[in-house]
């Protein structure tokens, strides 16, 4: 249940992601050849910034699920494979309660920016939905954490 509902859940992540990123390709693209006859796009480069915190939160988690992070395994190779599910059982804990804290204070976050009313300068877009994204993105790398967690307790993995 957990699995499939987290699977999913990265996958219409990873979609949103895709997605996005072809809009800023777009809205870039747009800028430049609008920018030759003197009328660029306003607020490109809020838009770039947004749009990146997006794609680079909401691809967190189908990155962690399909082992795309990279991973220093200097001593798996000589230490005996049950110390090694140790170890990565304890790397997968701390990096859930890492993120956990992160996710945590980037709702914090939002919440401040929302009651402050706190806009971006050119388009006037509000900052919070920004970081709410992102703690949705860090979120969800949480739950795949937790999985992997699960699997390597009942020792699949």
């Given amino acids: 249940m957990l699995h ?5 859940l990265n ?3 990873i979609w949103l992601a ?3 990123l072809c809009g800023m390709v777009l809205v870039s693209c747009a800028n430049m050849l609008l ?6 796009i306003k607020g490109t480069y809020e838009l770039m910034g947004f749009g990146g915190a997006v794609v680079a939160a909401f691809a ?3 990155t962690q699920w399909q082992g795309g992070h990279i ?5 798996a190779s000589i230490l005996p494979r049950r110390i090694n599910r140790w170890l990565k059982l304890a790397a997968h804990l701390a990096s859930a309660a890492f993120f956990g804290l992160i996710s945590w204070r980037l709702l ?12 971006s300068e050119t388009l006037h877009l509000p900052y919070y939905p920004a970081v709410l994204t992102v703690a949705l993105g860090v979120f969800c790398l949480i739950l795949v954490f937790l999985r992997q ?3 390597l307790i009942q020792g699949r993995t």
């Fill in 60 to 62: 967190l988690g189908a």
């Fill in 4 to 8: 499939t509902l987290v699977h999913r």
């Fill in 149 to 151: 967690i699960l699997n």
């Fill in 11 to 13: 996958q219409v992540l």
């Fill in 71 to 75: 991973e220093v395994d200097l001593l």
């Fill in 35 to 40: 920018r030759i006859w003197g009328h660029p």
């Fill in 18 to 20: 895709g997605i996005t």
């Fill in 108 to 119: 914090l976050l939002a919440l401040s920016l929302e009651r402050s009313g706190e806009v």
